[in-house]
């Protein structure tokens, strides 16, 4: 139900290209937080406990040379601190549910791209140190084997290459009289299944359809990181945060 109902909000935006979308739905969401942070909190309070600290704070940089009232201070400090943390709290309670259900979505749309029709990409299965032997995989239904259905393991690790038409399959990994499976979509639309898919009790480790991770920001690196779109979520959504907060009024 909310797939859909998210489906008709934000898809139109993922045509505007990744970083659009995210900025766009960033703000949105950093709005939602902020207008329930203030609704939902006495502000007035908030003020007054903040302004308390700060004095305290104060006073406390005067009271070097007396321990004890330098102690009592800090307890008067953590006990309005521990007060403005509960009141903060409450507005969560709000919007937890929603914010996960938000970003379940833009986890299943944005992490990836989708494995396009007709173009190469790969599979691989992952495997315990010291693991050798021979792997095959089938598709139902089948789709084109760039390279051979039967694979030898090296490294750890085995590969195939494949292509094939829009659509749904199911990849069936044969090792050691064991089928493991796993679902694969072939798709133009901005959606994929889950890339990993984590095998236990088994030699056979991991087994991963190597979709290409979406980068929000390109090419652009932030001292070496290029943030996906949780890492490029968090940097807008502070800046709006900050923003929205001054703008607001907001302690």
Partial sequence: MF???????????????????????SFLITLFIT??????????????????????????KLLKNNPKKAMAHQKKIMEKNMQYMKHSFKPTLYTFIPIIIIFGWLNSHMAFLPIQPNSEFEISTEFKQGTFGDISLEIIPELMFISSEKQTIDNNVATWKLKGET????????????????????????????????????????????????????????????????GTYILLSLVFSFSLRKLMNIS
């Fill in 35 to 60: 207008v329930v942070y203030k609704f939902a909190t006495d502000q007035d309070l908030m003020k007054k406990l903040k302004a308390e600290m700060k004095f305290l704070q104060k006073e406390m």
């Fill in 3 to 25: 797939e859909n109902i998210l489906d008709s909000i934000f898809n139109p935006l993922l045509d505007l290209g990744f970083f659009w979308a995210i900025l766009i739905i």
């Fill in 167 to 230: 659509g749904e399959y199911q990849i069936n990994i044969l090792f050691d009289n064991r089928n493991y499976e796993k679902d694969l979509l072939i798709t133009n639309e901005n959606t994929y299944k889950k890339p990993e898919k984590i095998i236990k009790d088994s030699e056979l480790e991991k087994i991963i359809i190597h979709n290409e991770k979406v980068r929000p920001l390109g090419n652009i690196s932030l001292f070496g990181w290029k943030p996906g779109w949780l």
